[in-house]
């Protein structure tokens, strides 16, 4: 247990099961009074930070919660990531699940307890916040308050920015979620590089009855097409296998395509309906009746919004006329499926900023960037 200096605040490690509701439970009184919010499912944070969540077979970490007497207030999470560290020649280690009332020292203080515990791992670098991993919610938002986070994206309180650069962090990336209509008029150059591409590409929705092999091409792409980028990570199967859940209770076959040249997959994009909107009223809890809340919205009051959380064209097309042309062929075949689903906004998140080529298809198509997130770093 540490305690702060100026303060009466304790930092204790999260050991069991009752302290790991406590950490849980944290953002619950952080987030009292603002709209914008959007309670998580409880038990989906319980199994996302236990041993079953396959991040933790190649990483370890440590949270912590803040108490002010007999009241949290505050929490924070460490990690180490070993697939990033064979990725990258830095020895750079994560700090994540931030959430804390306004107050400076507080922030600071949490802080400082994943950075002693990332130094004591030997790590020379802290970077985040990252929940947990960089595929995963990332960045703290830094613009954007004024609408709810979409499904697997981060909201945060307008202090966190000045407190954490207080604390001697400094700007490392921004991270951008671009809203777009899907029925948009598709532009006339990105017509023609569909249309001239087209007698060698075939696009085609997800094969469910062999859903195993179809994770494995999404995953195979995404790898390839993001090796390289700044902070990439590799999806491990288990991973993948994790997100084929998802896949399973949440996506129509349509909301993912893939893009085929000679019969082997160059491309694809995943969309996901935006579950926050039937959530936010549930609390956080399944039971005793949201179980039943939930199916019977997404059969009956299905999302009006959805989010891109997964797109990519493999490395050896990015550089040539051929990779926008693949982008835009599995936007414009996505779109169809959530036009018919009647989606009215998609969010497409998150994106580099410094990502160029990804940013100016995005605009190209009438995309426009409405919420802003920023990954720090410091020096240990």
């Not at 039971?287 to 919205?297: T, V, Y």
């Amino acid at each position: 247990m540490s305690r702060s200096p100026t303060t009466s605040y304790h930092i204790r490690p999260v050991s069991d099961r009752k302290q790991l509701d406590e950490f849980i439970a944290v953002p619950w009184p952080v987030y009292q009074d603002d709209p914008n919010w959007v309670p998580p499912l409880l038990f989906e944070q319980r199994q996302r930070l236990t041993p079953k969540n396959p991040f933790f077979q190649h990483a370890s970490w440590q949270a912590w919660t803040a108490w002010s007497g007999d009241r949290p207030v505050g929490r924070i999470s460490a990690q180490i990531d070993r697939l990033f560290l064979e990725q990258h020649a830095t020895k750079t280690g994560y700090f994540g699940m931030l959430e804390a009332a306004d107050s400076p020292e507080l922030v600071a203080a949490l802080l400082a307890t994943a950075e002693s515990w990332l130094r004591e791992q030997g790590m020379q670098q802290v970077r985040g916040p990252f929940n947990l991993s960089v595929n995963e919610e990332c960045g703290l938002l830094v613009e954007g308050f004024d609408t709810p986070p979409y499904i697997m994206m981060g909201h945060a309180r307008p202090y966190y920015e000045r407190h954490i650069e207080a604390a001697g962090y400094r700007p490392a990336r921004d991270l951008l979620a671009y809203q777009i209509a899907p029925d948009f008029d598709a532009p006339a150059v990105m017509t023609r590089l569909a249309e001239k591409a087209g007698r060698d590409v075939t696009i085609r929705p997800l094969r469910r009855k062999q859903l195993q092999q179809e994770l494995e091409i999404l995953r195979d792409i995404f790898n390839d097409a993001w090796a390289g980028n700044w902070g990439f990570t590799p999806f491990t199967e288990a991973e993948f296998a994790d997100i084929g859940k998802l896949l399973t209770l949440l996506v129509d076959d349509d909301f993912v395509q893939i893009a085929e040249i000679d019969d082997r997959p160059v491309a694809m994009i995943v969309a996901l309906p935006n579950i926050n909107e039937v959530i936010r009223d549930l609390n956080g809890r399944l039971l005793p009746i949201g179980w039943l809340k939930l199916l019977w919205r997404l059969k009956v009051g299905y999302p009006e919004t959805a989010r891109v959380p997964l797109m990519g064209v493999r490395k050896e097309y990015q550089q040539k006329r051929l990779g926008p042309a693949l982008a835009f062929m599995v936007i414009d075949a996505v779109r169809q499926g959530l036009i018919r689903r009647k989606i009215r906004n998609v969010e497409m998140s998150w994106i580099l900023e410094d990502n160029s080529g990804m940013r100016n298809i995005i605009e190209t198509i009438g995309g426009t960037a409405s919420k802003r997130y920023r990954v720090y770093e410091k020096p240990l």
